[in-house]
């Protein structure tokens, strides 16, 4: 981190929380599956009610998904993303 005048400084998210580089891969491994739950949801033309509904969940269990919420793993991520529909090249694709 570098040190500015009057006190502050410049650094990443990544410097400033002291992330090692696969703690950094993880969560942007996560926003990106969160990412991607919202666009083939809004492709499919689906409210969050109606995915909840075919995911057996409930719809603010879909927004915290949607948002990448820290409750939420990335292997129910990659649950309910296989579950409409969506195939592993696509997500290889993402990462």
Do not use: P
């Amino acid at each position: 981190m570098k040190k500015l005048k009057n006190g502050w400084v410049q650094g990443s998210t990544q410097e400033f929380l002291e992330l090692s580089d696969a703690d950094m891969a993880y969560i942007e491994t996560k926003r990106a599956l969160a990412a991607c739950l919202r666009d083939q949801r809004m492709k499919r033309h689906l409210t969050q009610t109606e995915l909840a509904a075919r995911l057996e969940t409930s719809q603010s269990r879909v927004a915290k998904m949607e948002s990448g919420d820290s409750t939420v793993s990335i292997d129910l991520l990659l649950q309910a993303l296989y579950r409409i529909g969506t195939k592993r090249r696509q997500l290889a694709a993402l990462l």
